[in-house]
């Protein structure tokens, strides 16, 4: 089944304790994405990548991290968690950027207490 | 500059109506504009996709138009069902960088 994994599905930490939050696609997709969802604020962009080793800032990228080594894997790495990174976050791809819908994972919910 | 404007009210509708859904930008020139729904909890589901040439497209029982002069789209969805309630979202391909911006969604509630 083609599908955008994320895991955890549901994390607590505490306040300066690095963590990850893995994605991966077996859809052989050359763009991948991270984006945040906070009520009121809607889905804002942390970080892209349009292919291997091509990463970008999106539109929050201050307190993360990410790289992508392999094209199935864009993981987002928190160095050190605070509580105002609590949100749901979702990893997506797509086959190629613009022109096709994005494929989204089932989220991640992290609290940082 | 630059936003996505979607009606923060929930749309609710009797069944067997057509929902139509608004999504207005300002200070974009996109190339393309899609369409998502969102359950709660879940991740957002691509629905369609409309390019700047193109007027209209349909997807069975969804039609997505899209006025690059007025800067708007417009989601129906014909002979609404309760299954049909969720939050839909438009999102625009913001520049050469190709960001996908999200609007904040619409809810719409399709009454039995």
């Known amino acids: 089944e083609a599908q955008v994994t994320q895991n955890p599905r549901y994390l607590i930490t505490v306040t300066g304790k690095k963590l990850t939050v893995t994605c991966s696609q077996n859809m052989n997709h050359e763009y991948m994405s991270w984006y945040r969802q906070d009520p009121g604020l809607g889905l804002r962009q942390i970080y892209y990548s349009m292919n291997v080793e091509v990463t970008d800032k999106g539109d929050v990228p201050e307190g993360y991290k990410v790289s992508r080594k392999e094209k199935r894997n864009f993981p987002l790495i928190l160095e050190s968690p605070s509580p105002n990174q609590t949100s749901l976050y979702f990893c997506?791809?797509?086959?190629?950027?613009?022109?096709?819908?994005?494929?989204f994972g089932s989220g991640t919910r992290l609290t940082v207490v | 500059s630059q936003k996505i404007e979607q009606n923060s009210e929930a749309l609710n509708i009797q069944e067997g109506k057509t929902a139509t859904l608004t999504c207005n930008y300002t200070n974009y020139s996109p190339a393309y504009l899609q369409w998502y729904r969102q359950d709660p909890g879940r991740g957002p589901v691509f629905l369609l996709l409309i390019r700047e040439n193109e007027k209209e497209k349909r997807k069975e029982r969804l039609k997505v138009t899209f006025d690059t002069t007025l800067k708007q789209s417009l989601f129906h969805i014909t002979a609404s069902q309760p299954a049909d309630s969720a939050t839909y979202l438009c999102a625009l391909v913001r520049d050469s960088s190709y960001k996908l911006i999200f609007g904040s969604g619409t809810r719409l509630l399709v009454r039995p």
């Open positions: 997506a791809s797509s086959l190629l950027a613009g022109d096709y819908g994005y494929t």
